[in-house]
């Protein structure tokens, strides 16, 4: 009989430790898809960040590097500039791309460096125990905003995909989720293209994922799913925004 389904190559044949209903683990096995689809194991290179997923380094089966909190595309600026025929990635998630690393993602997409970007945005910190991140909804109950997110106190929630794509150097950013099969399905395409464009050498390259927290919503991962439809996408519209190679294809 004909394997329909199996692990990919790419990913580590381990226990995730993720939190169950988290959607972390989707979009791991969506990017280690992608990296056997485009037969790149063997010179890919991923930057682990400060987080939830800072074991991703357990999770691909490729080479990976661990970077201090927010740091990752900074070290993936240097790894991709020192070798420039590799596929070099950085897998981040909100507390650590749009917070403390805000000034790394914004010069590397800004520089157009040649890297591409796993944005996994929850809306919340997930390690650290559930406080507001910078992604966090104007009303959002979190450990640090006991009565919900505040606008005159706290501000707006960060926009990170429309951000960048006002940037020259920003070759591809699309914003998707995984939230069901049609837009899983729409995720690993893009996710795909953002890898394609780092190995034509379009430039700076980034997928933003909304994802669920369960445990730190304090929701069943049926509800945090429902959560995520009703709440976050229509603060965080799915959809690409910015394809420079969109014209020349």
């Avoid at 993936?76 to 000034?103: C, E, H, P, S």
Wanted: proline share 4%; aromatic share 8%.
């Amino acid at each position: 009989m004909a394997k329909v389904f199996e692990r990919p190559h790419a990913l580590s044949d381990v226990t995730l430790h993720y939190c169950p209903g988290c959607t972390h683990g989707i979009i791991h096995r969506l990017v280690a898809e992608v990296i056997d689809e485009l037969g790149i194991e063997g010179k890919t290179i991923g930057v682990a960040p400060v987080g939830c997923s800072v074991f991703a380094y357990n999770y691909f089966d490729c080479d990976m590097q661990q970077a201090s909190h927010g740091r990752a595309p900074a070290v993936a600026t240097g790894i991709k500039r020192a070798n420039t025929d590799n596929v070099v990635f950085t897998y981040q998630g909100d507390g650590d791309l749009a917070a403390i690393g805000t000034a790394e993602t914004v010069h590397a997409a800004t520089r157009g460096e040649n890297i591409t970007v796993i944005f996994v945005n929850n809306a919340i910190y997930g390690m650290t125990g559930g406080q507001m991140a910078p992604t966090s909804l104007v009303g959002q109950v979190t450990q640090t905003t006991p009565y919900g997110r505040k606008v005159e106190t706290q501000g707006y929630p960060i926009k990170v995909c429309e951000m960048l794509s006002t940037l020259d150097g920003t070759a591809y950013a699309e914003r998707v989720s995984v939230d069901d099969i049609k837009n899983i399905k729409k995720a690993k395409a893009a996710i795909k293209k953002a890898f394609e464009y780092q190995i034509d050498k379009k430039g700076f390259s980034i997928v933003e994922v909304l994802s669920t927290c369960p445990t730190n919503w304090g929701l069943s991962p049926t509800e945090a799913i429902k959560w995520l439809r009703e709440n976050m996408m229509p603060v965080y519209p799915l959809g690409v925004y910015a394809d420079k190679g969109a014209d020349k294809e």
